[in-house]
């Protein structure tokens, strides 16, 4: 490799491990099953209940369950009365409010 190509080269990596590292992990069913059995999070339906009860007459659209950082985070997405899309992010432990904003 020419030394223009590994200078690049190496930069180009440790971008990519430090936004690998930012991003939130999904969990599949069974590891929300398993955290939820285990007490460590709080069950979706009681979460839900919260998040809807901030906008009434609102619909589910997606809810889904993240991990960044160690910490669970319920993400819901819920559709107003009005037709705006909310993103709401609940910490899965406690259920305290971590961000409620328009989605784009």
Known sequence: MTRLALGIRWP????????SLALARD????EALALRRD???LPLEQLLQAA??????????EA??????DVYVY???LLTGEGVVREI??????GT?????EDD
């Open 75 to 77: 993400e819901v997405e």
């Open 97 to 101: 409010l971590l961000k409620d904003e």
């Open 12 to 19: 180009l990596l440790a971008l990519l491990a430090v936004c």
């Open 52 to 61: 809807l009860g901030r906008y009434p007459g609102a619909r589910l659209l």
């Open 39 to 41: 007490g460590v999070i």
């Open 27 to 30: 969990l599949d069913q069974d």
């Open 64 to 69: 889904e369950l993240e991990e960044d950082d």
């Open 89 to 94: 992010k609940l910490d899965a432990a406690s």
